[in-house]
């Protein structure tokens, strides 16, 4: 007869080493990768706040549908580049449908809308109202993606929310404020946030540069109708207003959406919205040293209210240990 011996105990695979941080705390990829995710969205926090800077100036040259169609084309140029260097090809069906929406809601629209509320009112004032855009985001995110509003986050929106308000009530006591421009500004902000929940999602089957290079290239497709525009106005704008309209192109767009996408894929819409409430301070100090708008001490007591507040919404609640006491 045949013997049937008991089955050999199959060695399990090594259980990968865990290390810890300083402070005894277990580490983790997820944990070691969010400073690279917070250094992203400073990255593009500091490049969008140039962004208001140079839309101001270039805005004196070309109408706002031609800005935006340079930027895109400039930035889809350089994003496509970099994807074939990479070999990522094109993203799954799945991932579409977000990609379509980001493309045409933030990159298109959002440019658009943005550069004309910016040729009617200071860049301060513009990205002041635009940051109303980070509450609706998180509104949004709750209601669509299913994502909690800590109190921690909600906080920090609140005290940032306050010193923008602060900032554009100083800058609007001076008469320059337009309402066509406001308007314009707040409609910026709705496609900026709901670009943004389009989006989120989205990373979960695509790359960041997968989905910022086609949001990109759907953005420049939607805004193809004012391509005349642009050949006319590149004729006969001055170098340093083309030259800060390729700068949006390349840095503002292809760099700084890659890097939101990078660090958004790694935390939710509303706390990065909230990182982009330091927006207003940095293009306030900007405008200063490039634009001679020089801020009051109120515009810069509220920059400083809308620094504190995404530091409180970035905050984490600190972990309570283990509260049993050690063994004599």
């Given at each position: 007869m045949a013997k049937f011996s008991a089955p050999r105990a199959q060695a399990r695979p090594a259980?990968?080493?865990?290390?810890?941080?300083?402070?005894?705390?277990?580490?983790?990829?997820?944990?070691r990768a969010q400073p690279l995710a917070l250094a992203a969205a400073g990255v593009t926090v500091v490049l969008w706040a140039s962004a208001f800077v140079s839309i101001r100036s270039a805005g004196e040259a070309y109408a706002p549908g031609a800005l935006a169609l340079g930027r895109l084309l400039t930035g889809s140029l350089v994003l496509v580049a970099i994807l074939l260097i990479r070999r990522e090809g094109l993203p799954p069906r799945a991932a579409w449908p977000g990609i379509v929406v980001s493309g045409l809601l933030w990159f298109g629209g959002y440019s658009v809308v943005l550069n004309w509320g910016e040729q009617l009112v200071d860049a301060g004032t513009a990205s002041l109202v635009v940051n109303i855009a980070p509450l609706l985001m998180a509104l949004l995110a709750f209601r669509l993606l299913g994502e909690k509003l800590a109190p921690r986050l909600l906080t920090g929106m609140a005290v940032s929310f306050a010193g923008a308000v602060v900032v554009g009530l100083s800058m609007a006591g001076g008469g320059s404020t337009s309402v066509l421009g406001v308007l314009l500004c707040l409609v910026a902000a709705v496609?900026?946030?709901?670009?943004v929940v389009a989006q989120k999602p989205t990373l979960a089957y695509a790359t960041p540069l997968q989905v910022t290079t086609y949001g990109a290239l759907i953005g420049a497709v939607g805004c193809l109708p004012f391509g005349w525009q642009l050949v006319q106005d590149a004729a006969h704008a001055p170098l340093s207003a083309?030259?800060?309209?390729?700068?949006?192109?390349?840095?503002?767009?292809?760099?700084?959406?890659t890097t939101w996408a990078y660090a958004l894929a790694r935390t939710t819409a509303s706390r990065m919205g909230a990182t982009t409430y330091a927006v207003?301070?940095?293009?306030?100090?900007?405008?200063?040293?490039?634009?001679?708008?020089?801020?009051?001490?109120?515009?810069?007591?509220?920059?400083v209210l809308c620094l504190a507040g995404v530091a409180v919404a970035r905050s984490r609640p600190r972990r309570v240990k283990d509260q049993l006491p050690e063994a004599a």
């Open positions: 259980a990968p080493a865990v290390t810890t941080d300083a402070s005894g705390t277990p580490d983790s990829p997820a944990r496609a900026y946030a709901g670009g083309t030259l800060n309209m390729v700068y949006l192109g390349v840095f503002p767009t292809a760099l700084a959406f207003p301070a940095i293009v306030v100090l900007m405008a200063w040293l490039l634009l001679d708008e020089i801020p009051g001490p109120l515009t810069l007591a509220g920059g």
